[in-house]
């Protein structure tokens, strides 16, 4: 296997697996913040994924790409942080399942019946800024975790 | 001077202004004065009418003979060229253009249409504004009258036979939604519908005589295209159609290459030659035999329906559910006479089928004496009026049917005085309802003459013009109408007389002079002939009976309305009274023009006239194209008076109004018994069987014979009697049903026929294919619709609204189609 070859190997190697690992957390996860961070993920295994073949090519479009693309998705996640804390800031709740509201109506909401019991001593809340209102917790039905 | 070119355009452009005046700013702004623009637009038109009218008559003297008309393009509607082939036949063939131009007429015939169209509509106006007053759709009459006059005076004053039709049917329209004025009453929808439906059945004749005079002659247009002062004479280009073997392909020689003068176009060779226009006329370039008639017969069908005839006469009656003034304008005077001018405008292409006079004047003479006969048993006033109208329309077409210049004339002579006396009898009518309370029944009021004695006075006069009597309107016409039959049947019998004589069919040269060869009766075949002198003969007596029945059974309405003892029904709420100004002004103009039109126009009876000077109308209605041109028999003189025609109708009319009086004056005895004899009331009841078997005598014979043993003998008797009885009471159903008193007094049941041989058969058929339509083609629709819905329920099930859920389905998918990529 000639040189470049080999070292765009290599690359599609490291961005593929970047792109499965952020793949794989924004299906298992449930926490908006670390699904965001998944998606984050996967578009930089997409980034590498460029880089390694503008490389391969001797031209700098994958990289410029990659530099646009960095600043899209920095634009990307003010906005979607805003849209999470407003979230929070609605229902107290990071839990992706909370939002189900644009399920088929009249069909049962889904049930999470395998919530892990809690620590009592982990019950420490995210420090939002200082305008925040701290949220009270749904104690009628616990159906969502607070923490993920 | 006036130019006549501005005036025949102002004529329907007024009452247009006006109903656009009036439905925009009627309901909103003028309210209870929506009249003051109908009647000011539509007297405006009036006197411009009369404008014409005059100019007409300076014009004609000055015109070169085949008559006086000006022809006014207002622009081109459609214009397609090679729209019809002429392939059979045609040296060379050829294709014409479809072009149809709006195009207005002037002569002598739409002149005095206008004038008496927009005369009696002005009255009727007037009326209106009395009678109608307070009225919720007060500005809609007024709106639907202005445009049924724009849509009368565009129908009589346009040159092509396509936007004939297009006015045919906008009177028609205007007629229907002022039938159903009072839409909320269910007969007046009722009656509006079935005016619409039966005139549907004409317009349908009407259609394909114009679809068969398109093929014929390959234009639609009346008058010859070009240049008409120029007098260019394209007789070279018509071929003279041979009349008895007239065929298609013979009249495809009307495109042969141009002659004139060499610098013809090449597109200007048959098209300038019209339907009915005088260089046509001058070559007698019309199809006889079996196509001639065929035109001829669906014109007479679509006539029959927008004038009432025979077949189709049935809407009229029930049309009188409309507010009356719109009765007195529109289904007497002016409306139902459009097929009247339709027949007579089309004069050219009758006189080419004698057998289609013929059958005019047969249809016209059969509705004249059945509805005489309807007429004399009615107890509603305007109904009455209705078959007395469908009677004299009837006299018109006979007088139509004659195919000579005199019964032509006189049958639009009729029309011309009956508009007058016919108003006036329907506006009296709505007089007397006006007081009554909207009671038109005959038997719940009576002897108003003291109550409203201008009514009275006006509607004696109508029903005296009516008549026939002397010397009073209807009395001219009618008597012109019976003298040119007359003249027609002792003309065929002098033709007959002439053949029995030389032993063979004679030379057209044996006949008068002035006759062409078409309107000749040389060309007649003997059968022909003998039809003729049958069916005249029987048109005839049938007509004089049909005056005296007239005499009769006007008399009677008057009698029963005005005379004998004061009767007020209780809906006039006590206080029965004389209509108001508005109202009686528009009574006594009519009632004096229908006692001097008749004697103005018609002197023949003063021989100190210079001749052709006697009868002014039918001279002047002499110099319209159509009449003039040598086509139509000129024999016999219009100057004729017929002394014993006269007489005899004068007599008729005479002993039917003096049998009116005898019979309806003072003691009424007579009238019942008169009325049950016709009943058969004694033939029923000397058949009536309960009385001659009283039933307790035959149970009594019953038990004695079969105490006695002779049970079987008295079961035969019993069937043999029931027999007996089945057969007597056929004669008896008769009686009761078919008596001449019931077959007129349920108008001899047209009405209940057409209702099961026609409306219920189709009401059946459209009731199947609604359900077929609902349970076929609805399920049909239903199911395919069902598919995308079951395919939903199906899909549905997925939205659970679970982000890694999708976010699953979507890496599944892109796996799914990666794995279809390798």
Redesign the interface.
């Known amino acids: 296997m000639p040189e470049a070859s080999q070292q765009l190997f290599n690359y599609l190697i490291v961005g593929g697996l970047v792109f499965a690992l952020g ?1 794989i957390g ?3 996860r ?1 926490n908006l913040i670390v ?1 965001f961070l998944c998606a984050e993920m996967m578009l930089q295994g997409v980034s590498i994924s460029l880089v390694g073949w503008g490389r391969y090519h001797d031209r700098l479009g994958g990289q410029m790409l990659v530099l646009f693309m960095i600043a899209v998705a920095a634009c990307e996640a003010g906005i979607a942080l805003a849209l999470i804390v407003m979230l929070y800031q609605k229902s107290g709740k990071l839990d ?2 909370f ?6 109506e009249g ?1 049962a ?2 049930v999470d019946r395998n919530v892990p019991i809690e620590r009592e001593q982990e019950d420490h809340w995210p420090r939002l800024t200082p305008a925040g209102i701290e949220p009270t917790l749904d104690e009628e039905a616990p159906l969502h975790r607070s923490r993920v | 001077m006036f130019a006549i070119e501005k005036l025949i355009l102002w004529i329907p452009a007024l009452p247009l202004l006006a109903a656009l005046i009036t439905a925009l700013l009627g309901p909103k702004f003028l309210r209870s004065t929506c009249h003051i623009p109908a009647i000011i637009g539509i007297g405006a038109s009036f006197l411009f009418s009369l404008l014409l009218l005059t100019e007409v008559r300076r014009e004609q003297y000055a015109a070169p003979a085949g008559g006086f008309e000006r022809i006014v393009p207002v622009w081109t509607w459609a214009n397609l060229d090679g729209a019809y082939e002429f392939a059979e036949g045609a040296q060379p063939p050829h294709s014409v253009p479809l072009r149809i131009d709006v195009v207005m007429r002037i002569d002598a015939l739409t002149s005095m249409m206008l004038c008496m169209v927009t005369f009696v509509a002005t009255l009727v106006a007037i009326f209106a504004a009395g009678y109608m007053h307070g009225d919720r759709g007060y500005w809609r009459f007024f709106s639907y009258v202005s445009l049924f006059v724009f849509s009368m005076t565009m129908l009589v004053s346009v040159s092509n036979f396509v936007l004939l039709f297009v006015f045919w049917e906008a009177v028609g329209v205007c007629s229907y939604l002022l039938i159903g004025f009072w839409y909320e009453k269910p007969e007046a929808a009722a009656a509006g519908k079935k005016a619409f439906l039966v005139n549907r059945v004409g317009d349908f004749g009407f259609a394909l005589a114009l679809f068969l005079i398109w093929t014929t002659y390959g234009t639609l247009d009346f008058h010859d295209r070009g240049d008409p002062a120029s007098g260019v004479s394209d007789s070279a280009d018509v071929a003279a159609v041979d009349t008895v073997s007239g065929s298609p392909s013979v009249v495809a020689r009307v495109a042969a290459p141009p002659v004139v003068g060499g610098v013809a176009a090449p597109g200007a060779r048959s098209e300038t030659v019209g339907v009915l226009g005088k260089s046509r006329i001058a070559s007698g370039g019309y199809v006889g035999g079996a196509l001639g008639f065929a035109i001829c017969a669906l014109l007479l069908l679509g006539a029959c329906g927008k004038s009432a005839q025979f077949p189709l006469h049935v809407w009229l009656p029930d049309a009188m559910e409309g507010p009356t003034p719109v009765s007195a304008l529109i289904h007497a005077a002016t409306m139902v006479t459009a097929g009247v001018y339709m027949v007579a405008r089309c004069t050219p292409l009758f006189m080419a089928s004698p057998d289609a006079q013929v059958l005019v004047s047969c249809v016209g003479g059969f509705t004249a004496l059945l509805a005489g006969l309807i007429a004399l048993t009615q107890w509603d006033l305007k109904r009455v009026l209705a078959y007395s109208t469908v009677s004299q329309l009837g006299f018109m077409f006979l007088g139509l049917g004659t195919g000579t210049l005199a019964g032509i004339t006189a049958g639009m002579f009729h029309l011309f005085t009956h508009a007058f006396f016919k108003a006036v009898l329907f506006l009296g009518a709505g007089s007397v309802m006006h007081a009554m309370g909207n009671v038109i029944d005959m038997r719940r009021f009576g002897g108003l003459r003291r109550i409203m004695p201008i009514t009275y006075g006006t509607f004696l006069i109508g029903s005296l013009a009516l008549a026939g009597v002397p010397p009073l309107a209807g009395f001219w016409s009618k008597d012109a109408v019976l003298g040119a039959v007359h003249d027609k049947l002792h003309a065929y019998e002098h033709q007959f007389e002439l053949r029995q004589a030389q032993g063979g069919p004679v030379s057209s040269e044996m006949t008068e002079p002035g006759h062409s060869p078409m309107g000749g009766l040389g060309a007649l075949t003997d059968g022909q002939l003998m039809c003729g002198i049958q069916a005249y003969g029987w048109l005839y007596y049938a007509a004089t009976l049909t005056a005296f029945l007239t005499a009769f059974y006007t008399f009677r309405a008057f009698l029963l309305t005005f005379h004998g003892a004061e009767r007020v029904p209780h809906e006039a709420h006590g206080h029965a009274h004389e209509s108001p100004a508005s109202m009686t002004f528009p009574l006594m103009v009519l009632a004096a023009a229908a006692c001097v039109v008749g004697l103005f126009f018609d002197q023949t009876y003063n021989s100190s006239l210079p001749s052709g000077q006697r009868h002014s109308f039918a001279a002047f209605l002499a110099s319209a194209p159509q009449l003039a041109a040598g086509l139509v028999g000129q024999t016999p003189a219009l100057d004729a008076f017929h002394l014993s025609v006269a007489a005899s109708s004068v007599l008729v009319a005479m002993a039917g109004i003096g049998l009116a009086m005898y019979l309806y004056l003072g003691d009424t005895r007579e009238v019942r018994v008169l009325a049950s004899l016709f009943n058969l009331d004694g033939f029923v009841q000397a058949l009536d069987v309960r009385r001659v078997f009283a039933w307790r005598w035959v149970l009594a014979l019953d038990g004695a014979a079969r105490r006695a043993g002779l049970g079987s003998v008295v079961t035969a008797l019993g069937y043999l009697l029931g027999g007996v009885l089945i057969i007597v009471s056929a004669p008896l159903l008769v009686g009761m049903y078919l008596s001449p008193y019931r077959l007129s007094q349920r108008k001899f049941y047209f009405d209940e026929l057409y209702d099961w041989a026609i409306v219920r058969p189709l009401r059946g058929v459209s009731a199947l294919l609604a359900s077929a339509d609902r349970w076929l083609i609805d399920s049909l629709v239903n199911l395919l619709g069902a598919v995308p819905a079951a395919a939903g329920a199906v899909l549905r099930r997925l939205q659970s609204g679970l982000v890694p859920f999708y976010a699953l389905a979507m890496l599944l998918a892109i796996l799914l189609l990666l794995a279809s990529q390798l």
Request: hydrophobic share 65%.
């Open positions: 793949m924004f299906i298992a449930r699904m992706v399942a939002w189900q509201g644009v399920r088929e069909r909401a889904f």
